[in-house]
């Protein structure tokens, strides 16, 4: 049946990111749909996101289209251009290699949930807020370090 049942598959909060990094994302809870439903081509994922959490730090792909759409509650878009609040039914679109960072905030008192769709890590990841680069197969590297 194509129909998924959310309860049945597992519901995370953990993070690759290096110490201290981690910390904005703790309140955020990510169920990975795409291969519960057996789709390889690209990700989804059912995100809610607790008062106060980070959908991830602030970010842009070299190679990944990015697209949320908010289910319920409200989260603060923050980007290059500034902050923009999103409720239930608003959609934001992220094009890969358009070097505009951003990140989902739940500022409000109560959860929001929104569903992300991507491809899973096949291309560098810019954080320009923490100056921390992700390669696929190599890791995180802060400061042109290692973390």
Same mark, same amino acid.
């Given at each position: 049946?194509?129909?998924?049942?959310?309860?049945?598959?597992?519901?995370?909060?953990?993070?690759?990111? @290096?110490? @201290?990094? =981690?910390?904005? &994302? !703790?309140?955020?809870?990510?169920?990975?749909?795409?291969?519960?439903?057996?789709?390889?081509?690209?990700?989804?994922?059912?995100?809610?996101?607790?008062?106060?959490?980070?959908?991830?730090?602030?970010?842009? $792909?070299?190679? +990944?289209?990015?697209?949320?759409?908010?289910?319920? =509650?409200?989260?603060?878009?923050?980007?290059?251009?500034? +902050?923009?609040?999103?409720?239930?039914?608003?959609?934001?679109?992220? @094009?890969?290699?358009?070097?505009?960072?951003?990140?989902?905030?739940? !500022?409000?008192?109560?959860?929001? &949930?929104? &569903?992300?769709?991507?491809?899973?890590?096949?291309?560098?990841? $810019?954080?320009?807020?923490?100056?921390?680069?992700?390669?696929? =197969?190599?890791?995180?590297?802060?400061?042109?370090? @290692?973390?």
């Amino acid at each position: 049946m194509p129909k998924l049942e959310l309860d049945t598959i597992p519901q995370t909060n953990a993070t690759g990111y @290096p110490a @201290p990094f =981690g910390e904005a &994302v !703790r309140g955020r809870w990510y169920r990975r749909l795409a291969p519960a439903a057996g789709l390889e081509d690209f990700g989804v994922s059912h995100v809610v996101l607790r008062p106060g959490a980070w959908s991830s730090q602030r970010h842009w $792909h070299e190679g +990944e289209d990015e697209f949320v759409a908010i289910l319920s =509650g409200e989260a603060v878009l923050v980007d290059d251009t500034g +902050e923009t609040t999103m409720r239930a039914g608003d959609c934001a679109a992220f @094009p890969k290699n358009d070097g505009n960072g951003h990140v989902l905030q739940n !500022r409000s008192d109560a959860d929001c &949930v929104f &569903v992300a769709v991507g491809r899973p890590a096949q291309s560098r990841c $810019h954080y320009p807020d923490i100056d921390m680069v992700l390669t696929p =197969g190599e890791g995180y590297r802060v400061g042109g370090k @290692p973390a």
